[in-house]
């Protein structure tokens, strides 16, 4: 099943709930909420003051991609505002196992993402107990960037992995540069779950785009 996580990013900030509402009644199904504090990614953008002001306005699951040192200490905050999953770097804490078990731990999704100059190495360990791995796309930090082709080789060799493995049974998502000249690619290569920030919102009709994106995926 294609999902299609359209990228509060690249919103109206001044029109926030306006621009919710309207990717939820255009089919979207769930809402990707990038947090960035300056450190781990060269960025500022949303804390949980933004999806506690968001959970009573919409019911899409919120997926809250953190791009954060120190991720374990935000955690118990993101749970408290409603978030449904939230998504850790690998790269940003030495104890990635630790971290995704706070986050079943406070009864939601947990989901590794990885950089894409990351081998996939490193989150193997991990795998058995994710709902969700995040291969990125582009290097996080902005939307409107390039997708790099190369990552289609990382989210084919993931996919083999869940399909070699009993206990894995995780979704794959894609995250920078998803349009309609990349999504097919990483549909076919394995990839399930699909943000796009600018392509949906930099655009007059972004139900529209997401209907694109849902249909080329499906080919
Ligand atoms: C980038 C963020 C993305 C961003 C994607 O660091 O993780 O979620 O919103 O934007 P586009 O779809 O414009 O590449
Ligand atoms: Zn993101």
Redesign the pocket.
């Known amino acids: 099943m294609i999902k299609i996580a359209p990228?509060?990013?690249?919103a109206d900030y001044a029109n926030l709930q306006r621009d919710v509402e309207l990717v939820e009644k255009g089919g979207a199904d769930l809402l990707?909420i990038?947090v960035?504090d300056g450190h781990f990614?060269p960025?500022l953008s949303f804390g949980p003051g933004v999806v506690s002001a968001l959970r009573p306005i919409t019911k899409l699951p919120l997926e809250c991609?953190l791009?954060i040192d120190a991720p374990e200490q935000y955690i118990k905050a993101f749970a408290q505002a409603g978030a449904d999953r939230i998504l850790v770097h690998v790269e940003s804490t030495p104890h990635i196992y630790r971290a995704l078990q706070m986050i079943k731990d406070a009864g939601l999704e947990a989901g590794v993402v990885i950089n894409p100059g990351t081998p996939l190495e490193l989150i193997t360990n991990v795998l058995p107990i994710v709902d969700q791995v995040l291969v990125?796309?582009?290097?996080?930090?902005?939307?409107?960037?390039v997708?790099l082709k190369g990552m289609l080789k990382k989210v084919s060799r993931l996919d083999q992995l869940r399909q070699t493995n009993y206990n894995q049974d995780f979704k794959i998502e894609v995250?920078?540069?998803?349009?309609d000249q990349t999504i097919a690619a990483c549909a076919k290569a394995g990839a399930d779950v699909f943000?796009?920030?600018?392509?949906?919102y930099?655009s007059d009709n972004p139900v529209a785009r997401m209907n694109h994106l849902r249909d080329l995926a499906a080919d």
């Open positions: 990228s509060i990013l690249s990707h990038d960035m990614v960025n991609h791009m990125m796309t582009v290097n996080p930090g902005f939307g409107g960037q997708f995250d920078g540069g998803i349009n943000v796009a920030g600018s392509y949906v930099d």
